[in-house]
């Protein structure tokens, strides 16, 4: 299982969303260089699902199963969809829009 730490991987991409009043800052020292720090391999079976649709636009979906996982919305786990498109797919939690879904096996979807 992989767990996030307080560090950003070097070429992982993330996005942050959120209401704030003060300018957020990330420095290369942010970043993890030691080899001592290599995450594990994520064994973990995904599904993925590629949607291109008659506009062109090409969405991107994943779901896999974790332990971890809570069993409804995940916010350690599961990506909420950033940006709509005019066709467009996606997992619905409630009312909300994701890319990502973590699902627990006891997860009712």
């Known amino acids: 299982m992989v767990?996030?730490?307080q560090y950003i991987p070097v070429g992982k991409a993330f996005f942050i969303m959120g209401v704030v009043s003060e300018l957020i800052t990330f420095k290369n020292?942010?970043?993890?260089?030691s080899s001592a720090e290599v995450t594990p391999a994520d064994l973990r079976q995904k599904l993925r699902l590629g949607f291109y649709s008659a506009n062109?636009?090409?969405r991107q979906l994943l779901l896999?199963?974790?332990e971890a996982a809570l069993i409804h919305?995940?916010?350690?786990?599961d990506a909420k969809l950033s940006n709509e498109q005019l066709d467009?797919?996606?997992?619905?939690?409630?009312d909300d829009e994701f890319n990502i879904l973590i699902i627990n096996e006891l997860s009712p979807i």
């Open 3 to 5: 767990v996030p730490n």
């Open 29 to 33: 020292s942010h970043r993890v260089y």
């Open 56 to 58: 062109t636009i090409h």
């Open 64 to 66: 896999t199963v974790d």
């Open 73 to 77: 919305r995940d916010w350690a786990f």
């Open 88 to 94: 467009d797919i996606f997992w619905l939690i409630g």
